[in-house]
């Protein structure tokens, strides 16, 4: 490959990369959440006020950090899964036990969770997309969304800026 035409290529891919991450910044926008199912279904993009009509929970966690008592209201992110095809239910069950979400925060953070953690059919704790803290919508800090969990003996798999969920299949 001459110089010429090696350039030409280094200068396609870091364009299609600059591409990408331009992309990537709009999905990862602190005003919406994307929810991504597997292949078969389309992913689900929301706002604060998508989530108004969606049955709400209350639940109360003691943050570790503060040593402070903090009350959210939200949806279950079970409720949120089914709407992208997640089994859940009786369907979870076999292979799907094998199921996990990955939540994304605006910053990069990410942590995971098994699908029999999410379902309240199968798990005695409350997994939710809060929007709420203590009355008040959540401040720029944590929102305008939060995922929150409530069986962790610490908030490290709370997700403050939650920007992507993301549901995957154990190989």
Partial sequence: MNRTRLIAHLSMISLLTCALLAQDGNVTSKETLTIAGFADHAPLTLKVADLKPIAHVTVTIHNSHSNADETYSGVRLSDLLAKVGAPLGSDLRGKALA??????????YRTVLALGEIDPAFHPGEVIVAEVMNGKPLDDHSGPMKLVVTEDKRPARSVRNLVKLELKAAD
């Fill in 99 to 108: 199921d996990y979400v990955v939540a994304t925060g605006s910053d990069g």
